[in-house]
């Protein structure tokens, strides 16, 4: 089975930075695309970021290019989201979650999904 595991969060004030980890394990594909989503209390999820871990192309929602970074560490099966220049509106269940290798763009097609984890933000 496919298995996420998140780790990171917390809570921050306006401006300051976290990291979030996801480590998968059980894929049948050498490569995945891996998302982030969040969701607040009230509010759809929505897609923040993925990745193809084969060839580190990356998608972003338009409230936080600039402020958040996907990348990868094949090594360690694992992604990250770097969140800097936090805002308050960031505050949400955060869940990494994953697909198979191709249009890693469609927010509507991942199928595996981490326990979550809270990020909250306070001005």
């Known amino acids: 089975q496919v298995l996420l595991v998140q780790s990171g969060g917390g809570s921050v004030q306006a401006g300051g930075s976290l990291r979030l980890s996801c480590t998968g394990s059980g894929f049948t594909d050498r490569h995945n695309c891996m998302g982030w989503f969040r969701q607040a209390p009230g509010k759809e999820r929505e897609g923040v970021a993925s990745?193809?871990?084969?060839?580190?192309?990356?998608y972003y929602a338009d409230s936080v290019k600039g402020r958040f970074t996907i990348s990868q560490d094949n090594a360690k099966n694992t992604v990250y989201l770097q969140m800097n220049s936090l805002k308050p509106e960031d505050s949400a269940m955060y869940f990494c979650?994953?697909?198979?290798?191709?249009?890693?763009?469609?927010?509507?097609?991942?199928?595996?999904w981490g326990q979550g984890t809270q990020v909250t933000v306070s001005s």
């Open positions: 990745i193809f871990t084969g060839g580190s192309i990356t």
């Open positions: 979650a994953a697909k198979i290798p191709a249009r890693c763009g469609r927010w509507d097609e991942y199928d595996y």
